[in-house]
């Protein structure tokens, strides 16, 4: 990546819309009070709480899987993950300079858990299940002080590691079967733990927390109950709620100024409890479950991270949740931009279909079809309708405002609707199906009539595109073919034929050539008339290219695929004038907005980027 790259100029990312809610304790509020900081893919991100303004930090080569910041905030730590056999780097972040201070491979396949002394001197990393080992880090030398295995052999595996509020010396580690307090013995370069003794009381620990005066140690397990362990005897102290136990496990646990307890359970749980009884002062109940809290200053505000991509924020007086962020939690698997007027835009995934507004990437509607999922869609020309392409076979056709279901239309294709597309005079729908069946449907007032089905592809459709005058389409398959149909008398005018899957084709605005994209990695240039390939680019140097759109004056194209890059073309050139650098998966789906400001991606992490489209059109 780093040679297709060099010294090419950079497209300029204007946001991003994405949040990995799966990452424990992933979502942080740095000292400055200024800025939440959390993980979406192999980046770090870095949000203005006042006006939303976003950084990020790269520099991971896969998933970002945990995330500490030290006490007074000069340094981020984040590990990631990779693949077995190979090490997992933990990286050190300048939080001052947005840059990075060290680079520290040493675990094997994944960090799982990171913290920072409260001198900010040493970082504690917690190795994954592949891995094992616990290692205490000098951060002013960058090299590591000394490690050992995070559990007993009667052990399971460990699942978090956390530091003394006051001492240096001190942390603990907790897991399945095991709950550590060490002793950093750094003359001797050595760590001690000590096991603490629970007696028949036997849990797995997912989350820890130390309080202020360095008396106790509270444990969140996978049973629904807190554990109070006193630091000093490592014995314990009491445990609870001993009826009313969180569903679905403790998920994570903050303390507060006060002395009580913030815990998040795997259920949606958010609650205030005592920390001396465990009863429960304040509730609130969130759709998913809870993986992270963050507390902004005293603990008057707090931030709450869920599985399903959701940040909220509480204020500790009313305790009130406020949605204040959404994305997607699974890839995204298509996106389409409302003609025209370049302001609203619709993902789909397998979850939903939602609509954002493109200047302020806000979520203004969710669609939902329970246990379905949503391969495409577009918006019809008129905007007055979203067409999607569905697993269980069938069409659907929505209302953007209200998100109604306008139109159903049932069994169109065996083995699932797989691609989509409007004619321009919005009085039909072209669809493909996992079948290779292409059809192609009249909409009527409250109804819908299948016009024909054209049968020549052998393999799944994988993009349809159809003519300005809607009187033809071209369809991309899996099956190494691209046809141009002819949709008025329901015949095959020509077809092109490579060596690859096609993933996405397009015509050039004049219509004389389409352009396709696939597993070759490579960007063919064909006639239309006579099918034959004019011109090949060597479109990516690894993996396949997954999507491609062309602007409205012909000028560039853009494509992106496995190899996370967004690239700008120059389509009589055939050459690339700029790269986007920021996906942290594979690239799904790009666009252009008709007015050529605005470039849209999204990837199989969940993210939605918006870049600044470089060529904007001459007024």
């Given at each position: 990546?780093?040679?297709?790259?060099?010294?090419?100029?950079?497209?300029?990312?204007?946001?991003?819309?994405?949040?990995?809610?799966?990452?424990?304790?992933g979502?942080?509020?740095?000292?400055?009070?200024?800025?939440l900081i959390?993980?979406?893919?192999?980046?770090?991100?870095?949000?203005?709480?006042?006006?939303?303004?976003?950084?990020?930090?790269?520099?991971?080569?896969?998933?970002?899987s945990?995330?500490?910041?030290?006490?007074?905030?000069s340094?981020?730590?984040?590990?990631?993950?990779?693949?077995?056999g190979?090490?997992a780097?933990?990286?050190?972040?300048?939080?001052?300079?947005?840059?990075?201070?060290?680079?520290?491979?040493?675990?094997?396949?994944?960090?799982?858990?990171?913290?920072?002394?409260?001198?900010?001197?040493?970082?504690?990393?917690?190795?994954?299940q592949?891995?094992?080992?616990?290692?205490?880090?000098?951060?002013?030398?960058?090299?590591?002080?000394?490690?050992?295995?995070?559990?007993?052999?009667?052990?399971?595996?460990c699942?978090?590691?956390?530091?003394?509020?006051?001492?240096?010396?001190?942390?603990?580690?907790?897991?399945?079967?095991?709950?550590?307090?060490?002793?950093?013995?750094?003359?001797?370069?050595?760590?001690?733990?000590?096991?603490?003794q629970?007696?028949?009381?036997k849990?797995?620990?997912?989350?820890?927390?130390i309080?202020?005066?360095?008396?106790?140690?509270?444990?969140?397990?996978?049973?629904?109950?807190?554990?109070?362990?006193?630091?000093?005897?490592?014995?314990?102290?009491?445990?609870?709620?001993?009826?009313?136990?969180?569903?679905?496990?403790?998920?994570?646990?903050?303390?507060?100024?006060?002395?009580?307890?913030?815990?998040?359970?795997?259920?949606?749980?958010?609650?205030?409890?005592?920390?001396?009884?465990?009863?429960?002062?304040?509730?609130?109940?969130?759709?998913?479950?809870?993986?992270?809290?963050?507390?902004?200053?005293?603990?008057?505000?707090?931030?709450?991270g869920?599985?399903?991509?959701?940040?909220?924020?509480?204020s500790?007086?009313?305790?009130?949740?406020?949605?204040?962020?959404?994305?997607?939690?699974?890839?995204?698997?298509?996106?389409?931009?409302?003609?025209g007027?370049?302001?609203?835009?619709?993902?789909?995934?397998?979850?939903?279909?939602r609509?954002?507004?493109i200047d302020?990437?806000?979520?203004?509607?969710?669609?939902t079809?329970?246990?379905?999922?949503?391969?495409?869609?577009?918006?019809?020309?008129?905007?007055?309708?979203?067409?999607?392409?569905?697993?269980?076979?069938?069409?659907?056709?929505?209302?953007?405002?209200?998100?109604?279901?306008?139109?159903?239309?049932?069994?169109?294709?065996?083995?699932?609707?797989?691609?989509?597309?409007?004619?321009?005079?919005?009085?039909?729908?072209?669809?493909?199906?996992?079948?290779?069946?292409?059809?192609?449907?009249?909409?009527?007032?409250?109804?819908?009539?299948?016009?024909?089905?054209?049968?020549?592809?052998?393999?799944?459709?994988?993009?349809?595109?159809?003519?300005?005058?809607?009187?033809?389409?071209?369809?991309?398959?899996?099956?190494?073919?691209?046809?141009?149909?002819?949709?008025?008398?329901?015949?095959?005018?020509?077809?092109v034929?490579?060596?690859?899957?096609?993933?996405?084709?397009?015509?050039?605005?004049?219509?004389?050539?389409?352009?396709?994209?696939g597993?070759?990695?490579?960007?063919?240039?064909?006639?239309?008339?006579?099918?034959?390939?004019?011109?090949?680019l060597?479109?990516?140097?690894?993996?396949?290219?997954?999507?491609?759109?062309?602007?409205?004056?012909?000028?560039?194209?853009?494509?992106?695929?496995?190899?996370?890059?967004?690239?700008?073309?120059?389509?009589?050139?055939?050459?690339?004038?700029h790269?986007?650098?920021?996906?942290?998966?594979?690239?799904?789906?790009?666009?252009?907005?008709?007015?050529?400001?605005?470039l849209?991606?999204?990837?199989?992490?969940?993210?939605?980027?918006?870049?600044?489209?470089?060529?904007?059109?001459?007024?």
């Amino acid at each position: 990546m780093a040679l297709e790259t060099q010294g090419m100029p950079q497209l300029e990312l204007e946001a991003v819309i994405g949040f990995n809610g799966h990452v424990s304790a992933g979502l942080r509020v740095h000292p400055d009070r200024e800025h939440l900081i959390y993980a979406l893919g192999c980046s770090v991100i870095l949000k203005r709480i006042k006006d939303g303004k976003q950084e990020f930090l790269h520099g991971h080569t896969n998933n970002v899987s945990c995330i500490a910041v030290s006490k007074g905030g000069s340094y981020i730590a984040s590990g990631q993950v990779t693949f077995m056999g190979f090490k997992a780097e933990l990286i050190i972040w300048d939080y001052t300079q947005r840059a990075i201070y060290a680079q520290l491979p040493l675990h094997k396949a994944k960090v799982e858990a990171l913290a920072f002394s409260p001198n900010e001197k040493y970082l504690v990393s917690l190795g994954g299940q592949d891995d094992g080992s616990i290692v205490v880090w000098n951060i002013e030398t960058k090299q590591a002080i000394c490690g050992s295995l995070a559990s007993p052999q009667s052990g399971g595996h460990c699942f978090t590691v956390h530091y003394s509020c006051t001492n240096n010396n001190i942390f603990v580690s907790a897991g399945s079967g095991t709950l550590r307090v060490w002793e950093l013995d750094l003359p001797n370069r050595k760590i001690r733990p000590i096991e603490c003794q629970t007696g028949m009381l036997k849990r797995i620990v997912k989350c820890v927390q130390i309080s202020e005066d360095n008396q106790f140690i509270f444990c969140g397990t996978t049973s629904g109950d807190i554990m109070k362990i006193n630091l000093n005897t490592r014995l314990l102290s009491n445990f609870g709620p001993t009826k009313e136990k969180y569903s679905m496990g403790v998920n994570v646990l903050r303390i507060l100024k006060c002395g009580n307890l913030l815990v998040g359970s795997g259920s949606g749980t958010f609650a205030l409890c005592s920390s001396t009884n465990f009863k429960t002062l304040k509730k609130a109940q969130l759709d998913r479950g809870v993986t992270s809290i963050a507390i902004r200053g005293e603990g008057q505000q707090f931030y709450v991270g869920t599985d399903a991509a959701q940040m909220y924020r509480f204020s500790y007086d009313d305790f009130q949740a406020e949605l204040i962020s959404t994305s997607h939690s699974s890839a995204v698997k298509d996106v389409a931009i409302c003609f025209g007027t370049s302001e609203l835009f619709a993902t789909c995934s397998e979850d939903d279909i939602r609509l954002w507004h493109i200047d302020k990437p806000k979520e203004l509607l969710r669609i939902t079809v329970p246990n379905m999922t949503c391969n495409s869609l577009d918006f019809m020309v008129d905007g007055h309708s979203i067409i999607s392409a569905w697993n269980d076979g069938k069409i659907r056709v929505f209302a953007p405002e209200s998100g109604r279901l306008m139109l159903i239309i049932h069994d169109a294709h065996k083995m699932g609707v797989a691609a989509i597309a409007g004619t321009k005079d919005c009085r039909r729908i072209v669809s493909g199906g996992g079948d290779g069946q292409v059809r192609v449907w009249e909409l009527q007032p409250h109804s819908h009539r299948l016009l024909e089905t054209m049968k020549e592809h052998r393999a799944g459709i994988t993009c349809i595109k159809i003519k300005s005058d809607s009187k033809e389409c071209v369809t991309a398959s899996a099956d190494g073919a691209c046809i141009i149909w002819d949709i008025v008398r329901f015949v095959s005018l020509q077809m092109v034929i490579a060596n690859t899957l096609f993933r996405t084709v397009c015509y050039h605005p004049e219509e004389y050539q389409i352009i396709t994209s696939g597993t070759d990695r490579k960007v063919a240039y064909w006639d239309v008339f006579d099918g034959a390939v004019i011109r090949e680019l060597e479109g990516s140097q690894s993996g396949a290219i997954n999507g491609m759109h062309i602007s409205q004056d012909g000028r560039h194209f853009v494509t992106g695929g496995d190899d996370k890059l967004v690239k700008v073309w120059d389509y009589m050139a055939g050459a690339v004038t700029h790269v986007g650098i920021a996906h942290s998966g594979s690239i799904t789906s790009i666009k252009i907005c008709s007015n050529n400001r605005t470039l849209l991606s999204t990837s199989a992490d969940g993210a939605i980027l918006r870049w600044r489209f470089p060529h904007p059109v001459s007024p």
